[in-house]
Structure formats: C-alpha cells, structure tokens
C-alpha cells in the first residue's frame, strides 16, 4: 500500500478506495462490500458492452469481484478503479472466448424505458427515436466484431481508457491494442455502411 501522505494528493474518491481495501486486506468484509458498493454498476455498464447477454455480464461481474477479493494481497497501490476494470475486462474476455455466443440484445439495460430522457417540452421525439435506432445499430455491429476488438473499442471509446491503461488490463502490447482498434473500427464501418444515415447531422 502507498504511503499514506502520498494518498493527500489524491482526490476523495481515490483516497476512499485505498483506505477501503487496506481495511479489506485486513479481513474487513465490510469494507470489501463498500468498495463493491461503489463500483459494481461502473463494471456492470463496462461487461455488459463486452459480454452483451445480461445473465453472463452480471456472472462476469460478480467473477470479477471475486478476483479481487482473492487478488487483494497483491495490490499495489494506485487506481482502484482501473484495478477492478481489468479484472472485469479479463473476466469478461474468459467468458467470450469460452461461449462464444451471439446475444440478441448488444444493450441489455435498453430493455426498459428507465433509460429514455424524461419527457418534456424539450424532448424531441424524432431525436430520441434516432438515438435508440444508432445505439441499436452500433450494438448490433459490436457484437458481431471479435471480443478481443469489441473490449479495445469499448474501453478505449466507450470508457475513456488510453492505450497504455488497455494494454495493461488485457495483457497484451500497445501495438496490438491500437491495432485491435484500428481492425475494430473498420470492421464497424462495414458493417454500418448501409446505415451511415443514422450517424450524420
């Protein structure tokens, strides 16, 4: 664990996780769930994207969950955050290359409407509807690429992660990071020609 006067710099959120799993890695149980607590929705939303059948995304979580509980020992320091994301993204790979199966539903949470802006006079509803017909389509098109480019492009666009932090979580080198990427987007590109329409104006 880092040293504590290093955590100052920190921001609140970051000093909360290092002193949540240095409590964990004592054999505080709480702890560990308050970390759960805080992260198991952020992880939920990466797998879910990864691993698109909802079932097997919340299997995956909870998996990654319990890697970290197992792994806590080995932590040293830094991001939490980015810590739980590649035990996700590598539990979430496991999964895709063992079932190899082909979801239906790319968005498991577009299956209710708790996600649709709420409705006002500002609510466009030809907008709206355009909107859930590109996260459709662009669902669709990333659950047909291979997982491997499906996680890059996620994490890299969906998730914000550079390549440095990708090729760490997946465990490969940053040339095959940017090249999974850059396979993955032509990819979706074919697969979207026929339906650019959606993604201009």
């Not at 560990?32 to 979580?61: K, M, S, T, W």
């Not at 355009?130 to 890059?152: H, V």
């Not at 998730?159 to 490969?172: L, R, S």
């Not at 979706?188 to 104006?201: I, N, P, S, V």
Request: proline share 5%; aromatic share 8%; net charge negative.
């Amino acid at each position: 664990m880092e040293d504590p006067r290093a955590s100052l710099a920190l921001d609140p959120a970051q000093r909360r996780d290092l002193l949540l799993v240095d409590r964990a890695r004592s054999g505080d149980l709480d702890a560990f769930n308050d970390i759960v607590a805080c992260y198991q929705d952020q992880l939920f939303g990466l797998v879910a994207r990864i691993v698109p059948d909802r079932d097997q995304a919340y299997d995956v979580v909870q998996e990654a969950f319990f890697s970290a509980y197992r792994a806590l020992g080995g932590f040293r320091g830094g991001s939490v955050r980015s810590w739980l994301s590649r035990m996700a993204v590598n539990a979430a790979m496991d999964t895709q290359r063992l079932r190899k199966r082909r979801p239906v539903q790319p968005y498991p949470e577009l299956e209710d409407d708790s996600w649709q802006p709420p409705a006002g006079e500002e609510a466009d509803p030809v907008g709206i509807t355009l909107a859930a017909e590109r996260t459709a389509a662009l669902g669709e098109a990333l659950a047909t690429i291979t997982p491997d480019q499906r996680a890059s492009i996620v994490l890299f666009d969906i998730e914000g992660y550079d390549y440095a932090e990708i090729a760490e979580m997946t465990g490969v080198s940053l040339g095959t990071v940017k090249s999974r990427i850059h396979r993955g987007r032509l990819a979706l590109r074919a697969l979207l020609a026929d339906r650019m329409e959606l993604f201009r104006g």
